[in-house]
Every structure is written in structure tokens, then in C-alpha cells.
């Protein structure tokens, strides 16, 4: 009889190590995914941010009657494409990324090239309401580098953990995926050529 206590309190034990272990290993992967929402959730307040300065752009711009008016078009068209994307931060995948980045980079250019042909208006780099709103979108798109910058390093810091024996198979029983990176966008590796 007190041989099948002792074996009793064994598996007693095994078990209670085992759910301990289990258990920890779920709540650290839990622990680790968290920050990566919230630095997800902080690149899409600044992107959410700039696209927010663009109508005021838009309309202080749109007061020069020779204005290319397909210059605007493309940032409209741009800035809807941009916001029409939406990711839910618990399923962020490499393509999801991909995809966002893209819309967002087809606005960068067409903000670019709405700052570039704004050179040939004097009066409109005079007004200072366009300048206060140009200094807030390169602001802006600091704030994009520096949240995008978090997010990647929380994400390595969520990927290291999760890749880890045992508690990669534990990942991978609960569900709990890596998640992707910002990269470079296409052509960024190159450096440009100038010629004088």
C-alpha cells in the first residue's frame, strides 16, 4: 500500500511540473507577444497620424489655382489606398506586411512628389501654414522610422523567445506564429547615382 502512495505522489509531482512548465511557457509567449501588439498598434498611430495632415495639405495647396492638379489626384488616390489597408496585429503575416508597406510607400512617393513640385511655387513655400504642416509630415515620418525601428525589435525579441526549445513546440501547439519584419523597400539597398 505505500508503494502506491509513493507512485501516486510521483505522477502527482510529474504532472504538477509538467502543467507548471506548460503554463509558464504559455504565459511568457503571452507576455512576449503583447509589446509586439503594442508596437504594431504604435506604427499605425503615426501612419494613421500623417494621413491625418494630408487633407490640410491637400486644401492649403489646392489654394494655387496653377496647382498640378494631378500631383493632388495621385496623393488623394494614394492616402486612400494607404488607409484602406487593415491589419489585425494577432495575425500578422509576412504578406500582411508587405501589403502595408507597399500602400504606405506608394504615398510616401506621392508626397514626395507633391513636396518636389511645390518648389516651383514661391508664394506657396511662403505661407506659413504650409510650412507648419510640411514640418509636422517630415516630423511624422520620423516618428514612422523610430516606431517601425520598435516594432522590429520587439518582434526579434518575441520570435528569439517563442524559437527556443521546448517552447517552440509549445508554440506551435497554441498557435503562437512569428512575426515579420519591416524590411527595406525595393531599390533602398542601392545607393543613388549622382552625376555632376
Known amino acids: 500500500m505505500r508503494t502506491l502512495w509513493i507512485v501516486l505522489g510521483v505522477l ?83 504578406e500582411q506586411i508587405k501589403t502595408f508597406q507597399a500602400n504606405q510607400g506608394g504615398l510616401s512617393q506621392a508626397l514626395g512628389k507633391l513636396m518636389m513640385v511645390t518648389e516651383a511655387y514661391p508664394e506657396l513655400k511662403a505661407n506659413q501654414g504650409f510650412l507648419d ?7 511624422t515620418e520620423n516618428r514612422i522610422t523610430v516606431e517601425r525601428q520598435k516594432y522590429n525589435a520587439t518582434a526579434q525579441d518575441y520570435n528569439t523567445y517563442r524559437r527556443k526549445f521546448p517552447r517552440n513546440i509549445l508554440a506551435n501547439m497554441f498557435g503562437f506564429t512569428a512575426k515579420p519584419y519591416f524590411e527595406a523597400e525595393e531599390g533602398a539597398k542601392s545607393a543613388p547615382k549622382v552625376q555632376f
Open 12 to 94: 502527482a509531482l510529474i504532472v504538477f511540473i509538467t502543467v507548471s512548465s506548460i503554463s509558464g511557457s504559455y504565459n511568457g509567449l503571452v507576455q512576449k507577444q503583447e509589446p509586439v501588439t503594442a508596437a504594431w498598434s504604435q506604427v499605425e498611430n503615426v501612419y494613421q497620424r500623417r494621413s491625418d495632415l494630408i487633407p490640410n495639405l491637400v486644401s492649403t495647396v489646392q489654394g494655387y489655382a496653377n496647382f498640378e492638379k494631378a500631383t493632388l489626384t495621385a496623393v488623394i488616390e494614394a492616402r486612400a489606398k494607404a488607409t484602406s489597408t487593415t491589419i489585425n496585429a494577432e495575425n500578422l503575416s509576412e
Open 133 to 139: 504642416l510640411q514640418a509636422q509630415l517630415e516630423g
